[in-house]
């Protein structure tokens, strides 16, 4: 994998993402959460963090995980089963690390990648320095004079 100066990335998953009728517990996001942090604490991930969030608000598009990092476009993808797309996940954040803006070709994505691609959200962009107006000189006190 090519390392940039942004090459941590970042998985955001969904951990209370469930299908509509499913009352199992745990929750189908969890279950995916768990088969993802065990395959990224076995090794062989380098710069992946996984990170559990409440809702991604894609409740329609269950299980659903976001993909970012600092400078590159971020990617939200729905449709993904909790324990047997762990490792496309994984194979799929490993290519989308190893590009600077996070653009990976549609056709070099993984199937469940390319049917599940809920958002792209473009990269923020670092914030401007603030802008002051050059100082003004105070106005000459009036008892100055005397």
Do not use: N
């Amino acid at each position: 994998m090519r390392q940039t100066d942004s090459a941590a990335v970042t998985l955001y998953v969904c951990a209370t993402c469930r299908a509509a009728g499913d009352v199992s517990e745990p929750r189908a996001g969890a279950r995916l959460l768990a088969a993802l942090q065990e395959a990224v604490s076995a090794g062989g991930h380098p710069g992946i963090t996984v990170e559990s969030v409440e809702c991604l608000s894609v409740c329609k598009r269950p299980c659903t995980v976001a993909v970012a990092s600092q400078g590159r476009w971020t990617y939200v993808y729905g449709d993904l089963d909790p324990v047997a797309s762990a490792g496309t996940i994984l194979d799929g954040v490993a290519l989308y690390a190893e590009t600077p803006d996070g653009i990976v070709p549609w056709k070099a994505r993984p199937q469940e990648f390319r049917k599940g691609v809920v958002a792209r959200i473009p990269p923020f962009s670092p914030p401007l320095p603030p802008t002051f107006p050059p100082p003004v000189a105070a106005p000459p006190h009036p008892d100055a004079a005397e």
